[in-house]
């Protein structure tokens, strides 16, 4: 099946700093999405990507698709963009989506 | 309000039991899945979903069991012999094709 990784593992920044999170996947997909958890853990969808580029306030996402990955932008990171970020591939069966291990983000003020 | 509601939040079950995880969903979203997230790790797949009276196993439905008898609900049954069911439990839906969207999730925990 479809591997996904995400890099890195562990990212810690002061508030105010940018960052770029990189997602990498194994096969041809039909979607991918880049989802927030909170330390509640509620999963928040933040976009839905299979290619191009998009933008949402301070964070874009650009998936290249030939190339197999895929780039998550936070620019002036605030202490509530702590958490854990996950990229999520669907093969391109549409059977089901493919998790990668998450980047976790720790803000400090 | 619309969306996926997952119940009860959290629930404390004792070793040997049996114990159903509710989802339900307003979306009249096709598709429906279970994922499993123990402490600092990712999701994985318990089972999916796709029409009504049809699942498929995912990647760790062993000790797991679950039915799909109406559209709007996707019930999951954490029977005895799961071996460590301590987890969060993540219900999802998705409008093929298009986003997946997740409920709140409920925290089991086996004393």
């Known amino acids: 099946g479809i591997q996904v990784e995400q890099s890195p593992p562990d990212l810690i920044l002061q508030e105010g700093a940018n960052s770029t999170l990189r997602c990498n996947f194994s096969?041809?997909?039909?979607?991918l999405q880049w989802f927030h958890q909170n330390p509640w853990g509620q999963l928040i969808n933040l976009f839905y990507?299979?290619?191009g580029t998009k933008q949402n306030g301070r964070l874009s996402a650009t998936t290249v698709a030939t190339e197999r990955y895929s780039l998550l932008y936070i620019s002036s990171s605030q202490t509530t963009d702590s958490g854990v970020y996950f990229c999520?591939?669907?093969?391109?069966?549409?059977?089901?989506?493919?998790f990668g291990p998450g980047t976790r983000l720790s803000a400090l003020p | 309000d619309g969306g996926i509601t997952q119940s009860p939040k959290y629930l404390f079950r004792k070793e040997g039991q049996n114990v159903t995880l509710s989802c339900e969903q307003n979306?009249?979203?096709?598709?429906m899945y279970w994922y499993r997230q123990d402490p600092g790790q990712g999701l994985r797949l318990i089972y999916y979903?796709?029409?009504?009276?049809?699942?498929q196993k995912g990647d760790i439905a062993e000790g797991y069991s679950v039915s799909r008898e109406k559209k709007e609900s996707f019930p999951l049954t954490v029977t005895s012999a799961q071996k460590n069911p301590t987890a969060f439990y993540l219900c999802?839906?998705?409008?093929?094709?298009?986003?997946?969207?997740f409920g709140e999730g409920s925290r089991l925990t086996v004393l």
């Open positions: 999520a591939v669907e093969n391109n069966y549409g059977q089901n989506f493919v």
């Open positions: 096969d041809s997909v039909n979607n």
């Open positions: 990507i299979p290619s």
């Open positions: 979306l009249n979203h096709d598709a």
């Open positions: 979903s796709q029409i009504v009276n049809d699942f």
């Open positions: 999802a839906t998705h409008l093929v094709p298009g986003e997946l969207f």
